[in-house]
């Protein structure tokens, strides 16, 4: 036992990128949380610019400093979620490691916790106190629209549901943990869709600031991914996200197929049998690519070798799943008199969910 007081706080700070921002934001929480018992925790995702590095240096010598550093994996919702679930401490903050955030509101959310009757406190850009700094008219917009759309998810009243800078007690986040999708950019979306009652929030205003190091991570793979965390919460326990995104896939692949095959076969009068051929090489690769882009974006296979034999097994898989929607298809048009619109879409139901078990084992398998 050491005389130290118990943990009061952690502030899970999740980085990728950020080498030039740690120590800046180490030092602010220092002088902030003074009087508090604090560690913080940088989850990071094997940043190219060595933050873990920085990161480990740092708490070389502070030991309320506390490195996470996840090998082949990238997700801020994710990295945020085992940050907080690694903490003894009996509250848990989450702020960004780029100093966008205003650290100086963590004493309050603190108080305004322990004060009972809130289960989250959250720092809003868009209420009393609150700005967005410097944004354009088309970043506000942007992030208007997406604000709109997660009230179709979203069970309670916040001015900045996108906001990534809150705090809630760490007891109240391990019970929701396993409900959590953990896909995106939107952890605090995730959070209040999580919880079968409507949680208690409070709002304190802060200014947005803007960033001075490195550079932000918002993109349309992240706009992508938060559509897809919106879909997860509607329709994921029907039809799960993934299989979702692979017909999808699927589907695009037959408009590709039907392009080359009327390309070959009507304009180039190039004979049937060998433009199908090759319709359906096209077709099966730019699925593969696809899927390996989007589907399977958090087990991307990546390097020549990797992606040869990830092809290939991708062919021989669609190769067998052809056979087997061609199967089932024909038995149930010759043997159970099922009229032929039927039997070929449950020909092709089989095949997909063939396709989709086999090569998210053995394409994509770990
Ligand atoms: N570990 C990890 N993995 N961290 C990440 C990743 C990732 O894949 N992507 C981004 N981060 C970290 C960044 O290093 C930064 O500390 C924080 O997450 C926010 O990322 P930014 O790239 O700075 O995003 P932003 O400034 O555009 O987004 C901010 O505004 C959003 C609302 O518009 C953040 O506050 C978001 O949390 C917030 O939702
Ligand atoms: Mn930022």
């Given at each position: 036992m050491s005389g130290d007081p118990p943990l009061a706080l952690a502030v899970v700070v999740p980085t990728f990128n950020e080498a030039g921002n740690v120590?800046?934001?180490?030092?602010?929480?220092?002088?902030?949380l003074?009087?508090?018992a604090w560690e913080a925790i940088i989850v990071d995702d094997a940043s190219p610019d060595g933050?873990?590095?920085?990161?480990?240096?740092l708490a070389l010598t502070d030991r309320r400093v506390r490195v996470i550093e996840r090998i082949g994996r990238r997700g801020l919702s994710s990295a945020c979620i085992e940050g907080m679930l690694?903490?003894?401490?009996?509250?848990?903050?989450?702020?960004?490691?780029?100093?966008?955030?205003d650290e100086s509101l963590l004493p309050r959310m603190l108080g305004r916790l322990k004060e009972g009757g809130v289960d989250l406190v959250v720092g809003t850009r868009f209420a009393e106190g609150g700005g967005t700094g410097e944004w354009d008219r088309d970043r506000l917009a942007k992030s208007r629209f997406a604000a709109g759309l997660s009230t179709i998810v979203l069970k309670a009243?916040?001015?900045?549901?996108?906001?990534?800078?809150?705090?809630i007690e760490a007891e109240a986040l391990r019970a929701l943990a396993p409900r959590l999708s953990g896909i995106g950019f939107k952890i605090l979306l995730d959070i209040m869709t999580a919880a079968p009652q409507p949680l208690r929030v409070a709002e304190l205003g802060y200014v947005f600031r803007e960033r001075t190091e490195g550079e932000s991570k918002l993109d349309h793979v992240v706009a992508l991914e938060y559509l897809i965390a919106l879909y997860e919460k509607l329709f994921g326990r029907i039809v799960p996200v993934?299989?979702?995104l692979f017909a999808s896939v699927g589907a695009a692949g037959i408009l590709v197929h039907f392009a080359v095959?009327?390309?070959m076969f009507e304009g180039l009068t190039i004979a049937f049998a060998a433009s199908q051929a090759v319709a359906t090489m096209v077709a099966m690769t730019f699925n593969f690519w696809l899927n390996n882009l989007f589907t399977y974006r958090d087990r991307r296979l990546r390097g020549a070798r990797a992606l040869l034999r990830g092809w290939i097994s991708f062919c021989l898989v669609c190769g067998l799943g052809a056979l087997a929607n061609i199967g089932v298809a024909a038995f149930l048009f010759e043997y159970r008199n099922m009229l032929w619109g039927v039997s070929a879409l449950a020909g092709v139901l089989v095949g997909a969910v063939w396709n989709f078990a086999l090569s998210s084992r053995f394409t994509w398998g770990r």
């Open positions: 120590a800046t934001l180490i030092a602010r929480l220092d002088v902030v003074a009087g508090i933050t873990a590095a920085v990161a480990r240096r690694s903490t003894a401490a009996p509250y848990v903050a989450v702020i960004d490691g780029d100093l966008q955030h009243e916040l001015s900045d549901p996108m906001s990534g800078f809150f705090m993934r299989f979702a095959l009327t390309a």
